[in-house]
C-alpha cells in the first residue's frame, strides 16, 4: 500500500513535500546504516537505522515526514538544524524510523520497499 500523497504529483524535481501539505525547494539524501548485534540467546539480529538530511530555505517548526518523487520518509525526529551566513538554506540533520523507495514499472504504477529502523 503505497503512503503517498496526491500532492506529489505537482512537486518538480528540486521540491520536497513536508508533512504532507507544504511544497518547498529543496533536497534531501538518507543513509540506511546497518549493524549486527547478538540477543541474550546469542542469535545475530540486523538493526538498520535511517539517517539522513534536508537542505531546503524553508524554515518547519515540527517536521514528520519528507517525500519526493522518488522517496517517503516518515517518524522524523530532527537532530540538528544548521544555518549559514551566506545563504537562505537551512540543513537539517534528522533520523527516520521508516524510509520507502518508490520506483516506477512500465505501466507508471509505483510501488514500494520499505525499512524500519
Avoid: H
Avoid at 537539517?92 to 514500494?112: G, H, I, L, P, W
Amino acid at each position: 500500500m503505497m503512503k503517498s500523497n496526491p500532492n506529489i504529483d505537482f512537486i518538480e524535481t528540486d521540491e520536497v513535500l513536508l508533512n504532507g501539505t507544504i511544497v518547498a525547494k529543496g533536497a534531501v539524501s538518507a543513509a540506511l546504516i546497518s549493524t549486527l548485534n547478538q540477543d541474550e540467546f546469542g542469535d545475530t539480529k540486523q538493526d538498520i537505522k535511517i539517517e539522513g538530511l534536508l537542505e531546503t530555505g524553508y524554515y518547519i517548526n515540527i517536521l514528520n515526514t519528507i517525500e519526493t518523487n522518488r522517496y517517503y520518509i516518515e517518524g522524523i525526529f530532527v537532530d540538528r538544524e544548521r544555518y549559514g551566513s551566506s545563504d537562505n538554506n537551512i540543513i537539517y540533520d534528522f533520523r527516520a524510523n521508516s524510509f520507502e523507495v518508490k520506483y516506477q514499472d512500465t505501466n507508471d504504477k509505483f510501488y514500494e520497499v520499505k525499512l524500519n529502523g
